[in-house]
C-alpha cells in the first residue's frame, strides 16, 4: 500500500508547473533562460510576477498534497516520510524532464505543511524573513532547511529531525552551485539575472 502513495507523489513532484506555465502564459521557455532552473526563481526571471507566483503556490501544493492524503489515508510515521520524500525527488528528478528538474525548494515546504502545521510555519518564516533581509532567494531556502532539523528535534519527533536533516543535505546538494557563488560573493539577488 504504501509504495502506491509513494508513486503517485513521485508523478506528483514531477509535474514541471514552472515550464508548463511559462510555456503557455509566456511563450518562453524557462531552461533557455537565467539559471535556466524549472522553479519560481527563475520563471520571476522572465519578468511575469504572477507567473512566478503560480509556480510557486503549485510547486508547493504538488507537494502538500500526496502527503496529506497518504496522511488521511492512515500511513505510519514511517511511510509518510517516504511519500514526502518521493514527492520531492519527484522535482529535482522529474520523469518527464529525463530527470532534470528543479531545486525542490518549494516542493519541500510544501510537503512540510502536509507533515506538520508548525514545521511548515517555522521553515516558511525563515526563509521569508532570510529573504528580506538578504534579498538571495538560496541563502533563504539554504538557512530555512539548515534549521529545520533542529526544531523539529526540539519540538516535534526525531524521525522527523532525521528527515528534515535529509531534506536539508538535498537542498545543498542541489544548492551546490549557488553555495560555491555564496562563498565567492557572486550570487544574485531574487529578480536579477543568474
Not at 13 to 35: E, N
Not at 81 to 110: C, D, N, Y
Not at 125 to 137: D, F, G, P
Request: charged letters at 10%; glycine letters at 12%; one cysteine or more.
Amino acid at each position: 500500500m504504501p509504495y502506491f502513495y509513494i508513486f503517485i507523489a513521485y508523478l506528483s513532484g514531477s509535474i514541471p508547473y514552472g515550464l508548463v506555465l511559462a510555456k503557455i502564459f509566456g511563450g518562453v521557455d524557462v531552461r533557455t533562460i537565467g539559471s535556466g532552473n524549472i522553479g519560481a526563481t527563475n520563471v520571476l526571471r522572465t519578468g511575469h510576477k504572477g507567473m512566478a507566483a503560480a509556480t510557486l503556490f503549485c510547486d508547493s501544493v504538488k507537494g502538500f498534497l500526496p502527503v496529506f492524503i497518504a496522511s488521511y489515508a492512515g500511513l505510519e510515521e514511517t511511510a509518510l516520510l517516504g511519500v514526502s520524500f518521493a514527492a520531492v525527488l519527484g522535482h529535482i528528478f522529474p520523469i518527464w524532464l529525463k530527470g532534470r528538474g528543479g531545486k525542490g525548494v518549494a516542493t519541500a515546504l510544501g510537503v512540510f505543511w502536509a507533515l506538520s502545521l508548525p514545521l511548515g510555519a517555522f521553515s516558511t518564516v525563515v526563509w521569508i524573513i532570510i529573504a528580506r533581509l538578504a534579498k538571495i532567494s538560496s541563502l533563504s531556502a539554504l538557512c530555512s532547511f539548515a534549521l529545520s532539523p533542529l526544531f523539529a528535534a526540539l519540538f516535534l519527533s526525531w524521525p522527523l529531525a532525521i528527515f528534515c536533516f535529509a531534506i536539508a543535505l538535498l537542498i545543498s546538494w542541489t544548492h551546490r552551485s549557488n553555495i560555491q557563488r555564496l562563498i565567492a560573493g557572486e550570487e544574485k539577488g531574487v529578480g536579477e539575472d543568474s
